[in-house]
Structure formats: C-alpha cells, structure tokens
C-alpha cells in the first residue's frame, strides 16, 4: 500500500468513526430527551415541538455550511462539533424548563448538522463511483452500529438522573480525538459551490433524491422520537420500549450495506423505490400486531433497515449527480432537506398519537413514507415522458 492510499484510508476511518459515534449519542439522545419530556409533560405534541429545534437547527444551518467549510478546515469543523454535542448534553439536566431543554436541543442539533454534513461530504469524495453504494452502505452500518449501542446503553443506564447525559457526552467529547488522525482532508467548497443559491440549484436538478432526504428526514423523526413512548403508551416499561429502537438500530447494520450493494448492480431508483415501498406498509402490520411483542420487534428490525435505505441511497445518487465543490453545496442541501422533514413530522405523529392512542404513530410513518413513493413514480415517469 502507498502513502495517498494509507492517507486515504485513514480519513474514510475518521469520517466514518466520527459518524458511528455520533450514532452512538443519536441513539441514545433521541428517546432519553423523548422519554423525560413524557415524563415531565405527558404530551405528545409539546415533545413534537421540541424535537422541531432540530429542524430549525439544521434549516438554519445548512444553507451557511458550505461557505463555512469554505473558510475552515473539515477536521477542525468536526472537532469542534463533538464538543458542542457533548456540552449541550450536560446542560439538559441542569434544569427542567422546557424554553430551556428547547434552547440545548437546537444546539444539540447544530452540533450534529456539522457532524453529518461533514462527514458525509468527505466519504463521497473519497467514493469511487463503481463502489459507491458499497462505502456508503459501510458508512450507514456504522452509524447504524453507533445507534444501536446508544439504545442499549439507555437500555442499561436508564433515563433517570445525570447518568445517560453525562455519558452521552463522553460519547461525543471522544469523537474530536479522531479528528488527529493524518490523512487527506475534505474538499472545501469552491466559487458556487460555496454559495447559499448552490442548494437550491442541486435540489432542482436531482429532485427525487432530496424528495428521499425530506421524507426520511420525517419519517426517521418521527418514529425514533417516538418509539419509545409507543412502547410505554402500550405498556412496556421504559428500559424495554428503549429496545424497539436496538431492533431498528440491528436491521439498519444488517441491510445498509445489502442494498448499497444492490444499488451498484440495479440501480440506485429501483432500490429507492423497494425502500419506500416497505416504508408505506410495514407500519400497517406493525399497527395490526400491536401488543404482540416478538412480532413487533421483528417488524421494526425490517422497518428501520429498509426504510433508512432511502436516506443512504439518496447520497448514492448524490454522489453520482455532484461532483468536487458541487458536492458539498448537495450534501448540505440534502441535510437541509431532512431538517424540513425534521420539522413538520413531530407534531403531525404527535398529534395523531393523541388522537390515536398510540396507533397514529404507525399511520403517520406510513403515510409519510407513501407521499414520496407517489412522488418518486411520478416524477420518473414525467422525466421518462420528456425525454
């Protein structure tokens, strides 16, 4: 092996270590914050809206990303981020104000816009279009892999006290470490690429892709919010509804790179649309099943790992569509349009969980995972038509 494929590869691990314990903190963090506001509000829809300041975070955010990372080198934007994760997580239990918890999980959010934009950026760069699907398929399983450890360790741990922040934090404060790593770093982008203008150019020319991004966006929200206090509305005691989201976290490490895989031999649209299609109906069995606890966690291992295949083979087709300072303009538009789908999907599935106790999650997910597949259809059809 020479040098530039020893630097090369040691930058894949530090994009995509960063990304698996980001993972880690994600997973612990989005149902530790959902459960305690359950506990503090018994309400679905002021839990929604808390989790909309990471939406606001991330449309605040991403269109300005790109001509920050313009300015200041990937690594240093990455190690910065972590810190920023693991300080707001410290902040949660220092009070019970919900203004407050608001305020720590936008900046909670902005942390991990940094993280995934970056570090998505960066694995495409180093992508060779023959094996894309591959890499990201690997960079989906280890953040899948980081998601599942944080389920278990709020399995363990518990959502009580300092405990579950404080190692949260840890989790994210080890994440800056990796950034020592040598090797080459990210492209910045350049000239237009830079440019707020650059993401709405990227969404008009790849828009069933940034469609898959929205849609996911909303989709993951929703039901990684709200999983748990699901499984506590159907009556599971807190430590066994945190592990619907291990289920999930498990299928999303054994498909990622399956249908990665799949997408460099048939295409990245086809498997798009299979991903959307188990979306819009595997929440109606889990709906049919609830109170049948192995048939739900078996569900939602084939759940997650299919429907989280629209986010990884949406960055398949933005690797394919971007190229050089281009791509960095795609990837923060693409996290831009999961921060839209982070925003509407919390109150709608929060607000149907109260009018449908608690089945309205399982219709929320479907529907919204429906809307983009006769998005997807139709706009493969009107561009077959054109051309």
Request: proline residues 5%; glycine residues 12%; neutral net charge.
């Amino acid at each position: 092996m020479d040098a530039a494929a020893g630097r090369r590869i040691n930058s894949l691990i530090t994009a995509i270590a960063a990304a698996s314990l980001t993972g880690c903190g994600f997973g612990l963090s989005l149902p530790l914050i959902a459960l305690n506001l359950e506990f503090m509000t018994g309400s679905g829809v002021i839990s929604g809206w808390n989790v909309m300041m990471s939406a606001l975070a991330t449309i605040i955010l991403a269109p300005v990303l790109p001509m920050i990372m313009a300015k200041l080198p990937g690594r240093g934007l990455l190690a910065f981020a972590c810190v920023l994760c693991g300080v707001s997580f410290l902040a949660f239990p220092l009070t019970d104000n919900l203004w407050l918890w608001a305020a720590f999980r936008f900046s909670l959010s902005i942390g991990l816009t940094i993280v995934f934009i970056v570090s998505e950026v960066w694995i495409n760069q180093l992508a060779e279009d023959a094996h894309r699907g591959r890499l990201m398929g690997v960079y989906a399983t280890s953040l899948s892999a980081g998601f599942a450890l944080g389920a278990v360790l709020l399995a363990l741990i518990g959502p009580d006290g300092w405990a579950p922040f404080v190692v949260a934090a840890a989790i994210f404060a080890s994440g800056s470490l990796l950034t020592l790593l040598p090797g080459p770093g990210v492209q910045p982008p350049e000239g237009e690429g830079a440019h707020p203008f650059a993401l709405a150019r990227a969404v008009w020319i790849a828009p069933t892709a940034f469609a898959a991004a929205l849609f996911f966006g909303a989709i993951e929200t929703a039901s990684m919010h709200f999983i748990s206090v699901y499984g506590v509305r159907i009556g599971l005691i807190e430590q066994t509804a945190a592990l619907f989201l291990f289920a999930a976290a498990i299928g999303n490490i054994a498909f990622q790179f399956p249908l990665g895989m799949l997408a460099d031999r048939v295409g990245a649209f086809q498997v798009l649309i299979l991903c959307a299609i188990g979306g819009t109906l595997i929440p109606l069995l889990l709906l049919v099943t609830e109170g049948a606890l192995a048939a739900q966690f078996i569900l939602f291992f084939f759940y997650a790992g299919i429907v989280v295949g629209m986010y990884t083979i949406g960055l398949v087709l933005l690797g394919e569509r971007f190229k050089g300072g281009a791509l960095g303009a795609a990837n923060a538009a693409f996290v831009f349009m999961y921060g839209a789908g982070e925003l509407f999907s919390p109150p709608y599935a929060g607000a149907l969980m109260d009018a449908i106790n608690p089945g309205g999650l399982m219709m929320a997910l479907s529907s919204m995972a429906g809307a983009f597949l006769i998005f997807a259809v139709i706009r493969r059809a009107v561009t077959v038509k054109s051309r």
